[in-house]
């Protein structure tokens, strides 16, 4: 799943994109591709400040960074399933006679 991209234009005025995405079943498991040049390495940790410093060789302007908001939404509903079930256990530790 995409969870974000990063794009900047090099001096040629060319655009360079590098997305962030999970491969497999663990979310840890995220990887940087840039989609011009075709680099690809496994980014378990700061996925995004990799992907920046590679765009960093290509790009000599400001940098757009852009978040997937099914990413997002999926975020937002899993701790509000993580708040739910606190509150659910509070309530049955607190029927307890």
Known sequence: METGRIKGRGPDGREYVVR???????????????????????????????????????CDGPLQHERNPTAVVGIMIVAGLFVLVGIMMIWMFNQRP
């Open 20 to 58: 962030i995405f999970t491969q497999g079943t663990e979310d840890e498991d995220r990887w940087i591709e840039c989609l011009t040049c075709g680099y690809r390495k496994r980014a378990e940790f700061g996925a995004r400040a990799k992907a920046e410093e590679h765009l960093s060789g290509h």
